[in-house]
Structures are given as structure tokens and as C-alpha cells.
């Protein structure tokens, strides 16, 4: 009959949005059995309440949210997308080589004191040189295209930022000091976890088993397609949102990165000591009542799934 | 018409008491009745115009058989400032009737048609506001010092106009004024008032001096 | 003057402005500040590949809808906030209170009761909308005097033609007031709005292109939207205005 | 009736508030609507924290300023249009497009420029509010009544008396309208400002988290400013208000 | 002083042409000299008393020697609604000067000294509106219609207010009135405005009625 109508929430120029395209492009949902309904919202939050309110299925996001939404009764999964997530950069040229050296410089951090790299950095700094960087630092919130601003005209000293706000910044000249999964691999975990991934409803799950299926199969087709093939990369040149063809190359090079290889029970039980990590640092504020990461929040909840 | 008062009192405000103006105030006025109100400044005629009108209720008594429709030139004329001298006739005519523009030219202020009030005499004004009142075919016309803003020759003539629609219209007429010209013009009927708080202090008859005027 | 003279005499000083931005932009170097030329050239190309006349109607017509029915529901509230003692009383601190909430939460909160409808998104609107109005008619009802009340009482012009010529000659400042503060926070609101769960309008575009950084666009999305409020202004609140206020005594 | 008793007369009708919102919470089920209890308790533990009157104290102290420069100088442009022609034919057009201007614009373009600082949050906010005021305070400048300018004209009144005794009285509803909604609207724009660029306040808390979803926070915070509104009210706005209206006619 | 109008005109309003008021009028009056304005109602009186207080510049001609200060009792008050009897007086009264409580008792409304505007009788805003013209000491006075909301007995009374005010000040009196009693008790010479635009169409000293007043 009819394939199932899988509904996803994306941003314009967000990375999902690649993917999706690349799966429309490709009939790779009818290949797999379902129609994908793609609608674009302006900013992730505005993705998180058409979640919430179920104007969409799936939409992208991190699982310390949806472990959170989860411990507060809304029962959502995750499914790993991404583990590109954030990048810290430095100006080219800056004196700034190791985190020891950020004591007492401004650091712009996207997303606020919350954010899930800044706390893996300062759980991080505080393993490496003793102190935390939220305090031997001056961190400095705000949006990203604003934090990239001040970055760019020199006023602050260095910036950790989601990577496709980087990447524009890299083209400029912008020297990487850590990605967020060297952060990972430095608290002694394995750098394969994931921080984004698809969030859903587990009993829309649990209903449409075979439609999430074939959303995944397809998800993971294109994401082969698009680590492969350079040809793709010139088609979604309207959705990277730039003109600029370092910026682009850039962005394609994170994109490929980010795509994990791996997702099995060592990444999920990794998954489970970063975010007491989190809960140590963020506290109730970041976790709400989930002192603890509940492993059913992983889809599949029970099976052992291998991974791609 | 019949208007009992037995008090009427303006709430106190701030570093004033409530005070009592009006007591055991009784009139009749029979439908066609002429009365004129006399007493000096601030005795309280406009408020007891107001109460006979209906608009101040809130008073100890009663006014009963009130004729209708009632036609009130205001002390303070009280045209809308927004309407030009026509519109302001207009706007209390019925649709259908019409002949604002008739009152215009009774009024003698044809002219002034499209005039808005800030830019009237007061005078003037005075008269389009007397024109609102007649022009409503009032069976009740109240008057509050009608032609104190007028010269000698201008008052005559609105006097003689007031008479004239009183008598057509068969209309109660009751006036708060402090001229003798008004009185011996327009009302058969003076009611004195006196004391503090004010009450009729007379109640007299007009000599006929109409036909002498 | 005539009228029709009057309605373009914003003109110049429209083209003043222009001009002053643009040298403005070219002090500032145009990463800073992009000027005019920069910007009326991206707003033609959105204009030609469709999306800013796509947008900007969406954006219009819910603006266009929130206003109406904040500007008819605000008044008639504070009106009888104005004019009602015992009402004011129990209902005014809830307007201040309303009033102070932050859109954000009233759009939420709308949003997830409602889901992400557009019937959401106008309510939303309207009820961050709606107080304000509200605060400055209450305002005007408590100076309309009882003067001309009372002759509309004893004319016997009955509630519509008390309303239409006693009341609002009077309320017109404040109605011009409450309409063109009302016209920008709709507009602001609904920006808000769209960028927290719609897919289309120039909210969500702006945000958009904000995350790209693109300062062209997103001034392109907004101008246009001023421009729209421009045209309004000459063609219908100037002349209101022009006419409700020619009675008072003015030099 | 004394003044003191008129302050508290709104404590009622927000106890009501509070009690449907409760009741209102307890059908909706808390997930969606936190009742006053959740939310109450989690201000507490902020407060405890100190975390609550740290941010609070920064938008306070932000919305102060903000206020009280944007209403001086916007009574002042106000004025000026209201009263001369010549000048509202060139500026007038500025004010209205400045009005609907988004927010975001705004703040985007003087962060950028000033940097991400405090001073650019105030003008940002300043320039965002100024013109709103103006808006309602020209509409005002133009009903002073030329009568009693001529009074204080005969009676050699003088600027400063003049304006004291003859124009504020007149203008009183306008700035208590522009006031009241004035606050309200520099209270949601330092909102806005905070959370793109600042990293304290309580814009910068609604951002954080309103990425978590954690709407009891969210609505702690606003309610604690609304809170200060409501004293602001009984002790500021209410008397001015009682006291400026007395003299009219009124039932 | 030296009042010379060659034209007034108002500005024609929509419907209505630009009307010329006033035409070659001209008056010297020397300092103390008092002087009445008659004419009838929508002359023009209310518009020379504008111009002779130099608040309406919009004519040809001049007003030269203009004593100060000026006292004007407009012909609507115009008391400020805001502030009480009391202030209204204060706040035309250099703070040193004050008097503002014996300027009340002197017009007999000491009682109505917490009154605002809209709570005080037509005749009693009056009064105390010539309290204002009076109690800033004006070399200039300007009443227009001064006393016509006002019963007989306080009208004379304000009339000698007015008369021994003047005679202490030394100041020149210009009245727009059509009161005989007001000429007759007040001024010395009259000044008839009449055709159209107005003119003065008689200019005639007052027979000495004062003393046997
Ligand atoms: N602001 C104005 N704009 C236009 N016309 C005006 C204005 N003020 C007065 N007029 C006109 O000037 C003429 C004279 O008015 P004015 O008030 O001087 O008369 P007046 O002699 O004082 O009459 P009254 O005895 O009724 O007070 C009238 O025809 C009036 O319509
Ligand atoms: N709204 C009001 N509030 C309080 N007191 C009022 C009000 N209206 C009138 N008064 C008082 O009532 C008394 C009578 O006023 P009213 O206007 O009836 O006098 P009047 O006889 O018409 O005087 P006049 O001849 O001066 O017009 C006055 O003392 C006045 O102060
Ligand atoms: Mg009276
Ligand atoms: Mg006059």
C-alpha cells in the first residue's frame, strides 16, 4: 500500500538538511518503503516543540535532551546522527597551543553555560591542568554568528562554537585547537560517541517500527553516498548556505567526519559516563531529575544493535 | 412634571466636606408650563437642572412624568468640538427630519455652517447650542442662562425664537437665569431660590408684562 | 495643501535617510553596515526568485489579522477597564501581568498547548498584543469626559452612535497611538513567533539567514516589511490622523 | 477610600490569578502547564542558589536605564513633533521606520559594531524603545489645548513652569500609557538582547533554559520580573495615575 | 498704547473662505484710561482682545506701548482643570508675593478654595478667573464679557472689585462687553464695532453716570 509518511524537522541550511535532500534526490525513502515529509523550521528549538507537540517525528538533537525529556515523562529515543558537534578555535598565529593556555582569555561559547562541549571541556581542563576553565578563563555567551563577529574583529581570544559556524571561521584562517571529540577521547572515552542523533517518540517508534527502519537504512544510505561522492557535494551547494568554496570544503570535510562508525554497547555504556559527567557538572539545571542516564533512552532499547 | 428633592449632596473631595446643596426642593410644572429658576451664583440651578434632565441620579427624591423628548442648552454650551456647526445640529436630528440647515438661518448663522466650535464666538456657539435644543421638538426644554452671552438685540431675537417653539410645541419650559429680560420674555412662573443649603425661597407668578414688552 | 500633496511629503525625507545610510555604509565599510545599494539589490533578487514575496504575504497576513483583532478586542477591553471601576479592580493587574510575560513564553506556551498551527501562532500574537492596547485605551477612556456623554444621553443617541460620535472622536489620539505601537509589536511578535514554529514568513527568514550571517538579507526581509508600514502610514493613519485632529485650536 | 488601601486593592485579584492558575495547571497536568506551586518552588531554590536575584539584578538594573533614558528622550521627540510641522515632516518618517525595525536588527547591528558590551545592550534597547514613546507622546503633543498655552503665555509662565503646570498635566495619560507599556516593551527587549550577547540576566537564563525545555525555570524567572512590575504599579504608576486624573469630571 | 489693525483674517477652513474680521481699526489708549468694546455677538470684540494681548499675531498692523503685566479674564475662564481654585490662583503669583487666600474671601468663595474647575458653579470659575486677571497687579487689563454669568448683586460687587482695583493700579481697562451696567460702571469711553469686516463705527465718551449710580 501506501509507504508510511516519515515526518522530519530540519533547519534551512542545517546539516540534516543535506541528508534529507540527498535522500529525496536519490528516492532513497521509496527504496526503503517510506515517504519522507521534510519541514524546515528557524531555529532548534522551534525543531524541539514540533517535536513536542508532534508536528514532526524525528528531528535532530542531543541525548543529554532527550534523556532529560525522558526522565520527565515525555518517552523520547535517540538514534546517533552525528558526532560532529563543536570545535574550539583559536585566532592564526595565537600563542594559544594547549588549554593551559586559555587561562585568563575570553572564550566566546555558543549555546551558553549549559552547553554539553563547554562542560566537556571544563570536565576536561579540570582533569588536565587542575583548574576549571569556567573560572580561570572569562567565558562569554552569546549567539554563534555573533560569537564568530567578535572572534573575527579580535575581541575575544578564542571560541568554541558548533562546527558549521567553524568552518566559515577555519576558511578565515581560524586555527582548530580541539574538536569536541578529541574532548571525548580525552576524558577516556570512545571517540565514536555520538552527541547528535535523531530524537522520536518511542511509542511513534514502537507504532512505525518499519517506516524507522527504512528512515535509518535511508539516513545511512546517504550518508555513504555523501562520504563517497564528491558529485553530491555539488548539488547541495544551494543548502550549504555560502558562496565561499573554502568554506564549502570545509564543511564537507566535517560533515564526513562526523559520520560514526561504530555504535554498539561499549559506545552506549561510554555514553552513560559522559553524561555523569554532565550531571556532575551541569547539575540539576542541565538534567532535571535524570541524575542518571536511563539506557532505554537509546533505540533500539533492547536489542544489541551492531551498529552500520 | 413633578420634582421632589430632598437632598442632594456632591461627595467631598479633599480638604472639602460633603456638602448639601439642594433641600426640600417640591416643584410642579404642569405640561406647557413656563417657570424661570432664579438665585444667585452658585446657589445650585445647574444642578438642579441636570437632576430634572435625568443626567444626575444620584440625589434623594424623584422626577416623575418627565416629558419627552427633553431639549437642554447646557451652561456651558457643550457642542462637540469635533463636529462642525451643521454637524452638530445634524447629528441630534433623526435622519429622515432634517432642517439643520433651516436652523442655521433662524439662528442667523448660515454662514458658520462649516465652522467648528474653536473657531466660533462664543456667542454663536451659545446660539447653535439653543438651535440643538429646539431643533429636537423638545416637550421638555431646559435652559441654563440662555442669552447671558448674547447683546441686547441678539437675546431678543432668540427670546422671541424660544417663545415661539414653546408655543408651538406646547412644551414645558423651565429656565435657570438671573435676567429680568428672560423672565419677563419667556416664563409665566419665577421659583426663588435661597439658604444654604438652597431651597425655593419663592414661588411667584409673572406679572404680565409680555404684551408690554 | 491638499490632501493627496500631504500623503507624499514623507518622501523626501525618506530619501534623506537613504542617502545618509548609504554614506554611513561607506564609512563603516560594508561588512559592518551594508548599505542601501547592497541591499535593495538582494531584496530584488529574493524578489525575482519569489521567496520575499512568498515570505513577506505570510508575514502580512497574519500581521494583518493579529492587528485587527488585537486593535478591536484591546479597545473594547480597555474601555471597560476605563470606565468600570469595579471591573478594573479585579481585571487590570491581570493585564499587567499579562503584559509583562515575555512573548517567548506566551508563544510557547500557545505552541505546545496547541500544537504548531497557525491558529496558535495568531492567538499568541493577539494575546501579547492585546494588553498593550488594552493599557493605552484604558488610558483615553478615563479622560473622555462626561460632558459630551451627557449630551449623547439626553439627545438619546443610543451605544453605536454614542460610540461612533461622542467616544472615539475623542479616543483618536490614543487609537492612533495604541495603532501604530500596535502595528510594530504585532510585526515584532509574530517575527518571534515564526521563528519559534512556522516554516514560512520573514521571522523565519530572518533567523535563518541571522544564522548565516547574511546582514544583507536579513536587512532586505526587514525593509521591506518598514516599506509596507510606510505605505500604510501615508495611505490610510496620516489621513485619519490629519482629519480627527482638524477641529482643535491649533496654529 | 484612603491611598494606602487603593495600593493593595490589586493583592485580591492576583490571588485569583493564582488560583486558576492553579486550577488551570491541575487540569492541563503539569507537564504542560506548571502550576504556581512547581514554579514558586523552583524560584525558591533559584533564589537559595542566589542564582535568581543575580540575574534579576543585572535585567533590572539593565531595564532602569533603558527605561528612564528611553522615556526622557522619547517624551522630548514627541514633543517636538507633535508641536512643529516643519520638524515632523523630516523626522517623523525616520521614527516610524526606526519603530518597525525588528528588534534583532538592531541588536544585531550594535553588537556588531560596539562588540558584545553592556553599553551596546543599552543603546540597542534604547534605540529599540525611544521610538515607541515618541509615537504616543506626538500623538499627545497634539491635543494640548492652545487655550491654556495662551494662559501661561499672559501669566508669563515660562518654559520650565509651563511645562510643569500647563503641558504635563495635559500629557499625563500619555506618559502613564507609554510608561506602562513602555516598561513592559524594554523589559522584552533587554530579554532579547541578553540572550544574544550577554552572559547574565535574565534573558540569558530564559536562553538556557528554554534549550532544555525546562519551562518551570523559564516561567520563574519572568514571574519574578512581573512580580517587581506589580510593586511598581501599586507604588508608582497607581498613585500617579490616581492623582493626575482627579480633577476630571467622573461618576 | 497704540492698537493699529489694518486686517485681521482667519484662515478659511474647508467649505468656508479665508474671512476678514477686522478692518482698520484703530485705538489709542492712554495709560489708566478705561475703555469698552461694544458690538454684537460674532463681531469680532473676542479677537481684538486677542490681539491687543499680543497672544494672536496673525494681522497687519501693531500693537505698540503695551503695559505689563496683563490681566485677561477670557471669556470661557479657561481655568486650568487641574488644579484647584486655590492653585489656579497661586500659580500665576510669584511664589514670594502669594495673597491668593485674600483674593479668594475678596470674591467671596474662601469655601471653594479645594475645588477643581469641573466642581465649581459657571459663575464661580468666573469670579475666579477675574481673581487671576486681577491679582497679578496688571497695568494692562483685558476683561471680555467679565460679568454676564453673574446674578445682579455679585456682578455689581465684582464691578467695584474691579473699579478700586483699577483706580489703585493705575491701569488701562479695555472691556468687550454688551452690559450697559458694565459701561456704565466701569469705563469712560466706548468703542462700537460694527459692519463687516468690522470697524469702529462710534467712539463716544460715557456720561458721567458713575455717581449716580
Ligand atoms: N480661531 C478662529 N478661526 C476662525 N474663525 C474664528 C476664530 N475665532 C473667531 N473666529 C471668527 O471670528 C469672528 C469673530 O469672533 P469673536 O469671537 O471675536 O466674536 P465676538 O465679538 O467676541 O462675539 P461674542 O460676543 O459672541 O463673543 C466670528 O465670525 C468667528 O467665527
Ligand atoms: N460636580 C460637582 N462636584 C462638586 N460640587 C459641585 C459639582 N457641581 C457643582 N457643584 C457645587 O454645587 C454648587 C452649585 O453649583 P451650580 O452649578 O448648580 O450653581 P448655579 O446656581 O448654576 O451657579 P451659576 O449661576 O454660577 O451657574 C456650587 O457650590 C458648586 O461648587
Ligand atoms: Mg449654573
Ligand atoms: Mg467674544
Known amino acids: 500500500g501506501e509507504p508510511t509518511a516519515v515526518r522530519v524537522g530540519i533547519l534551512k541550511f542545517g546539516t540534516v538538511s543535506w541528508e534529507m535532500d540527498t535522500i529525496e534526490a536519490h528516492r532513497l525513502d521509496e527504496k526503503n518503503g517510506i515517504r519522507l515529509v521534510t519541514s524546515t523550521y528557524a531555529t532548534n528549538e522551534a525543531a524541539k516543540i514540533a517535536l513536542l507537540t508532534q508536528a514532526v517525528d524525528i528531528i535532530v538533537t542531543d541525548w543529554p535532551w532527550a534523556a532529560r525529556q525522558r526522565a520527565e515523562g515525555r518517552s523520547l529515543s535517540f538514534f546517533p546522527y552525528s558526532k560532529a558537534t563543536g570545535m574550539l578555535l583559536v585566532k592564526p598565529g595565537s600563542a594559544i597551543g594547549a588549554l593551559s593556555d586559555l ?25 588536565e591542568t587542575g583548574e576549571d576553565v569556567a573560572s580561570s578563563a572569562k567565558p562569554v555567551f552569546g549567539a ?8 573575527s574583529q579580535g575581541r575575544i581570544d578564542a571560541v568554541l562554537t558548533y562546527w558549521h559556524y567553524a568552518a566559515r571561521l577555519q ?37 512505525n517500527r518499519e517506516a524507522l527502519d527504512g528512515f535509518l537504512r535511508a539516513s545511512a544510505e546517504a550518508k555513504a553516498l555523501l562520504a563517497r561522492s564528491d558529485q553530491e557535494w555539488i548539488r547541495l551547494e544551494p543548502l550549504l548556505g555560502t558562496s565561499d568554496p573554502k568554506v564549502r570544503a570545509v564543511l564537507k570535510e566535517g560533515y564526513r567526519e562526523g559520520i560514526i562508525e561504530r555504535w554498539s554497547g561499549e559506545e552506549r555504556r561510554d555514553a552513560a559516563r559522559l553524561y555523569d559527567i554532565l550531571a556532575e557538572l551541569g547539575g540539576e539545571a542541565l ?12 533505540w533500539p532499547s533492547h536489542s544489541e544493535w551492531g551498529g552500520q | 412634571m413633578k420634582i421632589v428633592i430632598r437632598r442632594k449632596e456632591y461627595p467631598g473631595r479633599e480638604g472639602a466636606r460633603e456638602r448639601c446643596i439642594l433641600r426640600n426642593f417640591e416643584l410642579s410644572l404642569g405640561q406647557g408650563e413656563t417657570c424661570a429658576v432664579i438665585g444667585p451664583s452658585g446657589i445650585g440651578k445647574s444642578s438642579l437642572l441636570q437632576i430634572v434632565a435625568g443626567l444626575d441620579m444620584d440625589f434623594q427624591g424623584l422626577v416623575s412624568d418627565r416629558p419627552k423628548p427633553v431639549g437642554y442648552l447646557f451652561q456651558a454650551s457643550r457642542l462637540l468640538p469635533w463636529l462642525t456647526a451643521l454637524q452638530n445640529l445634524e447629528v441630534v436630528l433623526p435622519r429622515s427630519r432634517g432642517g439643520a440647515r433651516e436652523w442655521l438661518s433662524r439662528i442667523g448663522l448660515d454662514d458658520a455652517a462649516h465652522l467648528y466650535p474653536s473657531h466660533l464666538s462664543v456667542g454663536m456657539a451659545r446660539r447653535i447650542a439653543l ?71 419663592e414661588d411667584s407668578p409673572v406679572r404680565q408684562r409680555r404684551a408690554g414688552e | 495643501m491638499t490632501g493627496s500633496i500631504r500623503r507624499w511629503q514623507g518622501i523626501p525625507s525618506i530619501l534623506l535617510l537613504l542617502a545618509l545610510w548609504q554614506a554611513g555604509a561607506m564609512l563603516a565599510g560594508s561588512r559592518l553596515l551594508p548599505g542601501p545599494m547592497a541591499v535593495f539589490t538582494v531584496m530584488a533578487q529574493e524578489t525575482a526568485s519569489g521567496e520575499l514575496p512568498f515570505h513577506l504575504g505570510f508575514s502580512l497576513a497574519r500581521v494583518g489579522i493579529a492587528f485587527v483583532v488585537a486593535m478591536i478586542v484591546g479597545t473594547a477591553i480597555g474601555l471597560v477597564l476605563g470606565r468600570s471601576r469595579g471591573i478594573d479592580r479585579w481585571l487590570y493587574p491581570w493585564l499587567i501581568v499579562l503584559l509583562n510575560i515575555p512573548a517567548l513564553i506566551v508563544i510557547i506556551l500557545t505552541y505546545i498547548w496547541m500544537g504548531l498551527t497557525e491558529a496558535a501562532l495568531l492567538i499568541a500574537v493577539a494575546v501579547n498584543k492585546i494588553p498593550s492596547v488594552a493599557v493605552t485605551l484604558r488610558e483615553g477612556a478615563g479622560t473622555l469626559d462626561r460632558d459630551f456623554a451627557e ?16 467616544v472615539l472622536p475623542q479616543l483618536a489620539p490614543y487609537l492612533l497611538a495604541a495603532a501604530r505601537n500596535g502595528l510594530s509589536l504585532v510585526w515584532k511578535i509574530v517575527l518571534v513567533a515564526e521563528l519559534l514554529g512556522r516554516s514560512n514568513g520573514v521571522g523565519f ?24 508600514v510606510l505605505v500604510l502610514e501615508a495611505f490610510l493613519f496620516r489621513p485619519v490622523e490629519q482629519s480627527a485632529g482638524q477641529w482643535r485650536r491649533q496654529p
Request: proline fraction near 7%; glycine fraction near 8%; include cysteine.
Open chain 1, 103 to 127: 587561562k585568563g582569555k575570553r572564550i566566546g561559547v555558543a549555546g551558553g553555560p549549559l552547553d554539553k562541549s563547554w562542560l566537556l571541556l571544563r570536565a576536561l581542563s579540570r582533569r
Open chain 1, 144 to 151: 554563534p554568528p555573533l560569537l564568530g563577529e567578535e572572534f
Open chain 1, 171 to 207: 576558511a578565515d584562517g581560524a586555527k582548530l585547537l580541539l574538536t569536541v571529540a578529541d574532548i571525548v577521547k580525552g576524558l577516556g572515552a570512545r571517540p565514536d560517541v555520538p552527541i547528535l542523533g535523531y530524537v522520536f517518540l518511542e511509542p511513534w517508534a514502537l507504532q
Open chain 1, 287 to 298: 538534567v532535571g531529575p535524570a541524575r542518571r542516564l536511563d539506557p532505554a533512552v537509546f
Open chain 2, 131 to 201: 438651535a440643538r435644543a429646539l431643533c429636537v421638538e423638545p416637550r421638555l426644554l431646559l435652559l441654563d442662562e440662555p442669552f447671558a452671552a448674547l447683546d441686547r438685540d441678539t437675546a431678543r431675537q432668540m427670546q422671541a425664537l424660544v417663545r415661539e417653539e414653546v408655543a408651538r410645541l406646547g412644551a414645558t419650559l423651565l429656565i435657570a437665569t438671573h435676567s429680568w429680560s428672560d423672565v419677563a420674555a419667556l416664563v409665566e412662573r419665577t421659583v426663588t431660590l435661597g439658604g444654604a443649603p438652597a431651597g425655593i425661597v
Open chain 3, 151 to 166: 449630551v449623547a444621553q439626553i439627545y438619546e443617541f443610543g451605544p453605536l452612535k454614542t460610540l461612533r460620535t461622542v
Open chain 3, 205 to 228: 527568514q530572518l533567523q535563518t539567514y541571522f544564522q548565516l550571517f547574511d546582514v544583507p538579507r536579513v536587512m532586505a526581509y526587514a525593509i521591506a516589511f518598514v516599506g509596507c
